[in-house]
Each structure stands twice: as structure tokens, then as C-alpha cells.
């Protein structure tokens, strides 16, 4: 309900008479440079939210009227086909652009040019100055931030995917450039989206108004109020305010809050008390292994007996029993001692000769 409420709140008169106003002033303030050139200066929405996401999300808003002008240069990554230089694709997807009738197409790179011939930082820098929107065949898109570089991110020109096989091919292009897309992150509840340029007519800006702010409120992921303020702004020009909500809603807040609160400290609690839950069933464990282990230490572990080969006895002789029985050698004794002493007869007789 509070979505439906806040989308048919933006009141159409309210919306006609900033957009006017602001038209005069960009006259006002336009310099005869700029008047010679024929520029246009772009319309955007500022969206202040009453709370931060909790998530980043990337919304596309399809607009009834165009909101880039002619002038605007529009680049197109295209795959590689097989057996083809990137001379030969280019030419190969400029028929096919031709023959499905997009005319809003004014550069097309493939990927392998893209990879060699704006490797170096300048040519990055060049091609992003170059143009003022990018489109990327989808089958390429997930291979082009490693090669493009953060630039491209940070002034917001981030290729948008495209089907370059499908049947309505024209219509499917037209309705990205006419469109516009906004990005919500989680760092701050504040977000800009492109909606129209100084050179359309009142009522085409105010439909387009009308369509990007419905389109927003019906596709934030967020519960409760949203919106709490929606400016209009050009790049030079005050922030002019086309609704602002009710300060009814803070009640509604303050609900939404105390029961994000409750939520919280209920979660909070539930953890706890699981953790004390986990913290005592881990105690008993251990305190059932630790048992355990005493028990084992406490039985004694039953280890088999070897039994020992019988085998006989051998008894050793003693020494004074080989004492006793070993023979003597009575008779070597006497042979040698009978000898010597015929030696020395023999000499005796020598020395009387």
C-alpha cells in the first residue's frame, strides 16, 4: 500500500511547473557557445531513500520518450566470429545492423580489437571521451571489466548487454537507448538517474518523470516507506523538489525500527543460547572421552606368553673335572728330556778329540 501511495503522490502539475522552471533558467544560462553548438544539457532525478539498502541493485527504467538526443555517439562490442579478422566481423555486424534496421549505432569494436588496439591507459581514456554510451553483445560481457578498466565504472558509462540474436533486434536496442538505468548501492541512501535533456518539450519530460518514479518505487527491494524526497536537477541548476513525503511515515519508521530491534535481539538471544547449547554438548563429550581414557588406562592389557622350545639340556664339564681327566704327556717329557743329554755327550766327545 505505502508503494502505491507514494507513486500516485507525485502530482503531475507539480512535476510541469519545475520542469518549466528549469527550462528558463538553462535559456537563461546558456552561452552563446553552447547555442552555436546546438548542446543540451541532461535532466536527471535525485532520490533520496528513508533508509540505506542493505544491498546494491541495478534498475532498468524504460521511458516513453527518448531521453539521449541525436548527437549523442553510441559503441557497440561485438564478439569475434570464427575464421574472421576483427576487420571482416565489423563488417559482418554493420550488415546485420543494417538489415535489422538500427540506425542509433555509430561505432562498432570487437573484442579482439578491443583487447590489442586500447590496451594502453590513453586509448582507454579516448575511447570513454569518444562516446556517451556503450553497448556489449552479452555473450562478451562478463570479458569486458578486466579490459576496459575502473574509468568506465566511475563516470557511470558501463556497457549494457544486448541480444544480437534476437528476432527484434530494434526494437530491443532502441528501448536501451531510449531508457535509463539507476544504480542503488548500500553506502548511502541517495541515488541519480538520467530521465530527459534541455531540448525536449515539457510535457515529454514530465511523462518521463512520471514513468522513472514509478518504475523505481515498484522495483526497490525494501519494505516499509521508501521515498523520502525526489529532486529535478540539470548539471548546473538547484535541486527543485517534486514530492516530499509525510511526516506520517516516521511513525511508521519508528515501528519498522523497534520491530528490527526486537528481530535483532531476538536473533541475538537464539544465538546464544545455541552456542551455550553447543558449548555444553561439546563439554559432555569431552568429558565422556576423557572417562573413556581412564577406564582404558585403568584395565590392564592382556599380552600373550610366549612359551619356550624345550630343548635338552647339555651339561658342561667343569674345570677340575677336565683337570682330572686330561692325560698327561708323561712320555714327549721323557723322549725330550732322554734326548738332550745325548746332544751334549756328542759335543763332549768332539771338544776330547
Known amino acids: 500500500m505505502a508503494e502505491k501511495k507514494e507513486a500516485t503522490l507525485v502530482d503531475r502539475s507539480q512535476v510541469k511547473k519545475a520542469v518549466q522552471a ?28 528513508w533508509k540505506i539498502p542493505k544491498e546494491t541493485q541495478n534498475i532498468r ?16 562490442f561485438t564478439r569475434d566470429e570464427p575464421k574472421m579478422t576483427p576487420e571482416q566481423t565489423q563488417r559482418f555486424y554493420k550488415k546485420l545492423l543494417e538489415e535489422r534496421g538500427v540506425k542509433n549505432i555509430s561505432e562498432i569494436i570487437p573484442y579482439k580489437a578491443l583487447k590489442t588496439e586500447y590496451k594502453p591507459y590513453e586509448a ?40 544480437l540474436q534476437s528476432k527484434h533486434l530494434a ?7 531510449q531508457g535509463t538505468s539507476l544504480t542503488v548501492t548500500n553506502k548511502g541512501c ?4 538520467r530521465v530527459a535533456h534541455s531540448g525536449m518539450t515539457a510535457d515529454e519530460v514530465t511523462e518521463n518523470v512520471e514513468a522513472a518514479v514509478q518504475t523505481v518505487v515498484a522495483k526497490l527491494r525494501m519494505k516499509g516507506p521508501i521515498m523520502k524526497v525526489i529532486h529535478l536537477k540539470s548539471q548546473t541548476s538547484v535541486a527543485l523538489p517534486i514530492y516530499t513525503s509525510d511526516l506520517s511515515h516516521l511513525s511508521v519508521l519508528d515501528s ?3 520491530k528490527e530491534a526486537s528481530g535483532k535481539k531476538k536473533r541475538k538471544k537464539n544465538k546464544a543460547e545455541d552456542e ?3 558449548e555444553t554438548k561439546t563439554d559432555l563429550k569431552k568429558k565422556k572421552n576423557k572417562e573413556g581414557e581412564e577406564e582404558e588406562e585403568d584395565i590392564p592389557q592382556l599380552v ?6 624345550k630343548k635338552p639340556k647339555v651339561e658342561k664339564p667343569s674345570r677340575k673335572k677336565q683337570m682330572q681327566k686330561a692325560p698327561r704327556p708323561a712320555m714327549k717329557n721323557v723322549s725330550k728330556v732322554q734326548s738332550k743329554p745325548a746332544k751334549k755327550t756328542g759335543k763332549m766327545e768332539q771338544k776330547t778329540l
Open 124 to 163: 582507454k581514456r579516448r575511447l570513454l571521451g569518444n562516446f556517451d554510451m556503450f553497448l556489449s553483445d552479452q555473450r562478451v560481457r562478463r570479458m569486458l571489466p578486466s579490459h576496459l578498466g575502473k574509468h568506465f565504472y566511475e563516470r557511470k558509462k558501463t556497457p549494457l548487454c544486448v541480444n
Open 276 to 278: 551455550k547449547q553447543e
Open 22 to 49: 528549469l527550462q528558463a533558467f538553462l535559456k537563461s544560462k546558456s552561452s552563446a557557445e553552447s547555442l552555436f553548438l546546438d548542446e543540451t544539457q541532461p535532466i536527471s532525478l535525485l532520490f533520496t531513500l
Open 304 to 309: 600373550p606368553i610366549e612359551t619356550p622350545s
Open 190 to 193: 541517495c541515488c541519480m538517474a
Open 61 to 76: 527504467i524504460p521511458l516513453p520518450h527518448d531521453q539521449r538526443p541525436d548527437t549523442d555517439e553510441v559503441c557497440l
Open 256 to 258: 519498522t525500527n523497534s
Open 171 to 177: 526494437r530491443d536496442i532502441q528501448r536501451i537507448i
